[in-house]
């Protein structure tokens, strides 16, 4: 008896008194889609938040209006402009499906890392909140891009971006996880992936944007930005962040062009292979604190389009090919890395950390000013390629062809 | 707290006083039968009063006088002429100074013929279907069964159906129920023991067991319960069921009751104890654990591997009912990040016309649905059909349409509906439906960490849990390996011959297969 009543005051207690508190309606939210941070007069700093409209997103019904709506709100810190937010906006904002977050040029070279703790601190974003730094443009512009296919372009990026990854290798997903891992590594500098806006005429129309085939408005990816620890220095274009990807385990795959014949002065044929599987091994030395950095990449593909007249039938065409590509992923890595090593002397590469793991105690002694030791160290590559099919044809029929001229 | 008290005790004394120890008073007053048939009426006239069915009819006996008794809507009137009165016309040669057991020899010879001297006797004989015959001067009576009463022809079940296994249900008449579990169980050693329930209807009931398999401790609490029991009136074993259960205040059923024969003889052959209950066309079996709510005879006739696929989906579909409705409400308003971006948002477009909080939108619909079913249960069958178009039309569309609950709310309410239905036992499936209900509620205030501590409070429950002796949860907590055999799983049947150690048989191994083959091999070696 007593501990039906205990029990009955216990429950009732539990449900009553403390439920609720954090409980939010679905019609009382709006989900988040992209995050810009903008640098605003006084030093101060401008939020923008990126809300979806749900009813665009709704089944069965064709989009006409905005698929999204943005405000911005400048002031100190975010944390405080998102408590704000409201003075604009009349739903709760949240932030867990929140994916992409811009960070424009003018910020980036002023030095980020104040601004990232609450994304960390704060439970309810994600640790893969992928960042962005906006070029030519201000990072607010970004969010107000639709897409025909996506609704927004902040919902295109994050897919993009992994499509881009997969097929090409061209940008790396830098998570803020990441991005703050890199930050406080001593054995490399972080990497941050770049977009641009492309405006094709200035009509500063969003909605009509999803009328059109042949967009006015788009986010492209254009490379990546180098920091020097939070600040924004300099970049990588697109091949030379492909370069970058081969020296790196999240290396997918990309698209080779191999030159038919070398150092013809005709226009070029090319053969091109699709590279499948790439792994790279980092083997580290150093002697007299210079370090010494070898590494290997091998990799696997498929010849998917053939200008050349060779025939693939002949094991000895293959092997000139696979020479050949060989050859170009060592000297497109080599030339990359030789780029940063000169131009920036910043570890972007993590060869550093290669370097801890393997020669422990040496390391710590060039820890300190490890990009010092990094530009001058000792870079070799070298590249095994394996190609093991030839598509859907064999001889191709440009072989025929041009046998049949002679 | 008056309330509580009336609710948590146990009702002691009954008021008026029962049949049966009127039955004893009689006893008491008039001990044995007079010699003369004339006081012999008197009794009876007074005992029975004026119900116009009994009938007392005076017969000449050779050369004594004698008077025949019964009640005319407990007997077979044909059969009372045909193996009564004829050969009592033909009975004046016989001698009756050797005693009365001289006419059951000669004359009756080859009916179920009783020799009693007590009222007591006379009187449960007369009320269940006996006639009885007074002969002046002796002090002992013939009683005679010639009971007849109209009952109900083996049909399909209704509540238990499959689509391929023996199609023959259990009736009404426990009879018949007893004889359709020794069809199936061919065994010397299955018993059936009989006794009186009831204070005012003596209802009867059998205990089945098979005596070289069933557990000794088991048998014996079964009998004791049963005996204990103080009830008025059962007419269904659901009344029994609650009495002799081990937790009545627990939400699951602690016995497995069945309409099918062969689920009980298999659970027969497992070792437990069944309870046939006269009037009551639902047997039930003990001690039962969990995973029988889950196992159909279909398990056994179709291949292994879709029986087992099928035993998983519905252990998912026992979570899903008690669940999907809970965590609808936990995601939709604590945790919107667990749910894809794309689904969010079409929860939302549902949701945003909606102008109730998604655990009242639930609670509304669940509510809806309950009220639907049992007046689709309890409505005369010819306006049933009404049913079904008020509930999908009416409440289904139209509610969505005027906005006042989301579609989704709708699925999420009819899948754990239709979840909670895939357990055989219509009791258990009830008891899911009240745990749905303090799941959505928990959810509702705390979100998960409410579900997760209604489950907590819930598994905790059930572990705790033993009937007859037997733990609930078994064979998953304790967990038993070798009983896994057939728990979560089916392996094939040459697999599964050592029966549930859980149940602690006499013998543990021998085979479970429903037929009763391994009799039919000691038949072999006999012939």
């Known amino acids: ?31 988040i889609a992209g995050i810009a941070l903008d640098e605003a007069e006084n030093g101060e ?40 937010i409201n003075n604009i906006e009349g739903r709760q904002p949240i932030f867990s499906h929140t994916r992409i977050m811009i960070i424009s040029e003018s910020i980036a070279k002023r030095g980020i890392k104040e601004y990232l703790d609450v994304f960390e601190r704060n439970p309810e974003f994600r640790n893969n909140l992928i960042i962005l730094i906006a070029k030519d443009s201000r990072a607010k512009d970004i969010l107000t891009v639709t897409s025909p296919t996506h609704g927004l372009a902040t919902l295109k990026l994050s897919k993009q971006m992994d499509m881009f990854h997969k097929n090409w290798s ?7 996880i990441h991005f703050i891992d890199n930050l406080i590594s001593k054995g490399r500098q972080p990497l941050m992936g770049a977009i ?18 042949d967009l006015n408005q788009n986010v492209e ?57 790439g792994k790279r091994n980092i083997n580290t030395k150093i002697v007299n604190d210079k370090p010494i950095i070898n590494i290997t990449i091998s990799g696997s593909g498929i010849i998917q389009e053939s200008q050349c007249s060779a025939n693939l039938s002949s094991q000895d065409v293959q092997d000139e090919i696979t020479r050949k590509s060989e050859t170009l992923v060592k000297n497109s890595v080599e030339n990359t890395i030789n780029f940063i090593q000169k131009e920036y002397g910043l570890d972007i590469f993590g060869f550093g950390e290669v370097v801890e793991r393997q020669n422990y105690k040496e390391f710590k002694k060039l820890a300190d000013n490890w990009d010092e030791h990094f530009k001058n160290a000792e870079i070799n590559v070298d590249v095994k390629m394996y190609i093991h099919s030839e598509g859907k044809q064999v001889e191709s029929f440009i072989t025929n062809l041009d046998e049949e001229d002679e | 707290m008056k309330w509580t008290k009336m609710l948590f005790t146990r009702e002691k004394n009954s008021e008026t006083k029962s049949l049966s120890t009127e039955l004893d008073d009689i006893t008491e007053n008039v001990k044995s039968i007079f010699k003369d048939i004339e006081s012999n009426k008197k009794v009876l006239k007074s005992l029975f009063g004026e119900t116009i069915d009994f009938v007392i009819d005076d017969v000449q006996l050779g050369k004594r006088k004698g008077m025949i008794c019964y009640f005319n809507t407990t007997i077979n009137i044909n059969l009372l002429t045909d193996v009564v009165y004829k050969p009592i016309q033909h009975s004046n040669e016989i001698n009756l100074n050797d ?56 049909t399909e079940p209704t509540s238990q159906t499959v689509i391929r296994g023996p199609k023959d249900g259990f009736v009404e008449s426990i009879h018949t129920n007893l004889s359709l579990i ?109 995973v029988d709510f889950y196992h159909t005879t279909e398990d056994y006739t179709n291949k292994y591997f879709f029986a087992s696929f099928i035993r998983i989906i519905s252990y998912v ?176 049947n040459f697999k599964t011959v050592t029966r549930p150690s859980y149940m602690k048989t006499k013998k543990t191994n021998g085979n479970k297969s429903q037929d009763g083959s391994s009799s039919m091999k000691e038949g072999d070696n006999w012939s």
Not at chain 2, 187 to 196: A, I, K
Not at chain 2, 214 to 236: C, P, S, Y
């Open chain 1, 196 to 213: 641009t806006l492309k405006n094709k005429s200035n009509i500063d129309d969003s909605t009509t944007n999803l009328q059109n085939i």
């Open chain 2, 182 to 290: 020794r069809r199936r169980v061919k065994s010397q050693y299955l018993r059936f023991e009989s006794m009186t329930v009831g204070d005012d209807t003596l209802t009867s009931v059998a205990i089945c067991y098979l005596e070289n398999i069933t557990n000794e401790d088991i048998l014996n609490d079964v009998r004791k319960r049963l005996n204990g029991m103080k009830v008025k009136g059962v007419f269904d074993s659901g009344v029994v069921e609650e009495l002799i259960t081990d937790h009545p205040y627990s939400p699951f059923p602690l016995m497995f009751s069945s309409e099918r024969p062969d689920t009980v003889a298999s659970h027969l052959i497992e070792g437990k104890v069944a309870i046939v209950v006269d009037g009551s066309p639902f047997v039930l079996s003990a001690p039962t654990v969990f």
């Open chain 2, 317 to 492: 579909a026992f979570f899903m009912s008690l669940t999907l409705s809970a965590l609808y409400i936990a995601f939709t308003t604590f945790h919107y990040e667990l749910i894809p971006t794309l689904l969010l948002v079409s929860f939302q477009v549902q949701s945003d016309g909606v102008p109730f909080p998604a655990v009242i939108e639930i609670l509304m619909m669940e509510l809806t649905y309950e009220i639907l079913r049992e007046a689709g249960t309890r409505m005369p069958r010819a306006i049933g059909p009404t049913i079904s178009i008020v509930g999908t039309l009416v409440i289904g569309q139209a509610a969505v349409e005027a906005g006042v609950v989301s579609s989704f709310v709708l699925i999420i309410v009819a899948l754990s509906a239709i979840s909670s239905f895939i357990s055989t036992d219509y009791t258990f499936s009830a008891s899911l439906k009240l745990l749905r209900f303090f799941l959505i509620i928990m959810a509702g205030f705390l979100g998960l960490y409410g579900i997760l501590w209604g489950w907590f409070i819930i598994s905790i429950h059930m572990v705790s849990l033993k009937s007859f002796g037997v733990p609930y949860a078994s064979p998953i907590a304790p967990f038993i390996l070798q009983d896994h055999k057939d728990a979560v799983l089916r392996l094939p």
């Open chain 1, 170 to 176: 061209g940008i790396t997903n830098v998570e803020l």
């Open chain 1, 45 to 84: 700093i401008m939020l923008s938040i990126q809300s979806m409209n749900q009813k665009e997103f709704a089944e069965g019904e064709s989009p006409s209006n905005a698929p999204g709506v943005m405000y911005s709100l400048q002031g100190n810190s975010i944390s405080n402009l998102m408590a704000k």
């Open chain 1, 1 to 31: 008896m007593n501990i039906i009543k205990q029990l009955f005051v216990f429950v009732t207690a539990i449900v009553f008194l403390t439920g609720c508190w954090d409980a939010k309606e679905l019609n009382d939210i709006a989900i």
């Open chain 2, 99 to 154: 005693g009365i057991e001289k006419l059951e020899e000669v004359v009756f010879s080859g009916l179920p013929v009783a020799v009693t001297d007590t009222y007591r006797d006379i009187i449960k004989n007369l009320l269940s279907g006996h006639i009885v015959i007074f002969i002046e001067s002796f002090t002992k009576v013939l009683s005679i069964q010639v009971a007849d009463v109209e009952e109900r022809s083996i």
């Open chain 1, 221 to 277: 990816l254009v490379g990546a930005s180098i920091f020097k620890d939070d600040k924004y220095v300099g970049d990588l274009n697109l091949e030379n962040t492909r370069n970058y990807s081969w020296t790196q385990t999240t290396f997918n795959g990309t698209n080779l062009e191999v030159p038919c014949e070398e150092n013809k002065l005709k226009e070029e044929d090319y053969t091109s292979i699709k590279v499948l599987r």
